[in-house]
């Protein structure tokens, strides 16, 4: 079965190159535009893992975190955190309080992306001998 990767970030270009690059690696990918929305798409089809950004409009990368750990249907959703800057919270805090499994500090490698998805689902890519 094909794993679904929620992409979620205000910023087209990320959103875009990111997902090219997971699409390649095999995933299905939905893109948000930003936490509202995320979280409504969530609701609708879980996917298996999701990518946020921290500060966006409407409903940012922790208010997003903060929905996703209180709802039972939810909470063990992986989340991998996206920053824009050397972030004022350090990362051990942001994923004991946030359940972040992994942060990923921008600009980033889409490459490194797919790696860090992979790394979370447990996703071995076979390679040519």
Same mark, same amino acid.
């Given at each position: 079965?094909?794993?679904?990767? /929620? !992409?979620?970030?205000?910023?087209?270009?990320?959103? @875009?190159? #990111?997902?090219?690059? +997971?699409?390649?690696?095999?995933?299905?990918?939905? =893109?948000?535009?930003?936490? &509202?929305?995320?979280? $409504?798409?969530? &609701?609708?089809? *879980?996917?298996?893992? !999701?990518?946020?950004?921290?500060?966006? %409009? @409407?409903?940012?990368?922790? $208010?997003?975190?903060?929905?996703? *750990?209180?709802? %039972?249907?939810?909470?063990? /959703? %992986?989340?991998?955190? /996206?920053? #824009?800057?050397?972030? $004022? !919270?350090?990362? &051990? $805090?942001?994923?004991?309080?946030?359940?972040? +499994?992994? =942060? /990923?500090?921008?600009?980033?490698? %889409?490459?490194?992306? +797919?790696?860090?998805?992979? &790394? =979370? !689902?447990?996703? +071995?890519?076979?390679? #040519?001998?």
């Amino acid at each position: 079965m094909i794993k679904k990767v /929620l !992409l979620c970030d205000d910023e087209i270009h990320i959103l @875009r190159a #990111a997902e090219i690059k +997971v699409s390649r690696a095999g995933y299905a990918v939905r =893109i948000a535009h930003d936490g &509202q929305e995320a979280w $409504e798409f969530i &609701q609708q089809d *879980r996917p298996d893992v !999701l990518v946020t950004d921290v500060q966006m %409009p @409407r409903c940012d990368g922790f $208010e997003l975190s903060r929905r996703i *750990r209180n709802d %039972p249907a939810f909470k063990d /959703l %992986p989340i991998l955190m /996206l920053t #824009a800057k050397g972030f $004022e !919270l350090a990362h &051990q $805090e942001m994923m004991e309080k946030w359940g972040i +499994v992994a =942060i /990923l500090a921008k600009p980033f490698s %889409p490459r490194e992306l +797919v790696r860090r998805i992979d &790394q =979370i !689902l447990g996703v +071995v890519h076979a390679t #040519a001998s």
